[in-house]
Nanobody, 125 residues
Framework: VQLQASGGGSVQSGGSLRLSCAAS????????MGWFRQAPGKERDVVAT????????YYADSVKGRFTISRDNAKYTVYLQMTGLRPEDTAVYYCARAISTTLVVPHDLADFHLWGQGTQVTVSS
């Protein structure tokens, strides 16, 4: 039972990347999902979260208008489309599943678990 994040890489400022989070042996469709990131020497922070039917989303102020979270429940996959990347977006990005089906669009780290292996995103100026 694990989540696997992929799609990271190195891009120049202003570039784009699309991250994917796939589930293995895990039910995602009844849970909100989230993307988080952790830069070196900093705490892990929420980036974006999405409700189980995609009807509601939450974005950190720092990524609003640049990042888009989406999900394809038929493929058990959650995406994070990142555009207008900046050097301060450099971090390891993680996906996670909400701890309960009752959470609609949570955005606190404590509301998530089953953290997958992260994917590195590096943005150069």
């Amino acid at each position: 039972v694990q989540l696997q994040a992929s799609g990271g890489g190195s891009v120049q400022s202003g570039g784009s990347l699309r991250l994917s989070c796939a589930a293995s042996g895990l039910t995602l469709n009844n849970y909100a999902m989230g993307w988080f990131r952790q830069a070196p020497g900093k705490e892990r922070d929420v980036v974006a979260t999405i409700s189980r039917r995609s009807g509601r989303t939450y974005y950190a102020d720092s990524v609003k208008g640049r990042f888009t979270i989406s999900r394809d429940n038929a493929k058990y996959t959650v995406y994070l489309q990142m555009t207008g990347l900046r050097p301060e977006d450099t971090a390891v990005y993680y996906c996670a599943r909400a701890i309960s089906t009752t959470l609609v669009v949570p955005h606190d780290l404590a509301d998530f678990h089953l953290w997958g292996q992260g994917t590195q995103v590096t943005v150069s100026s």
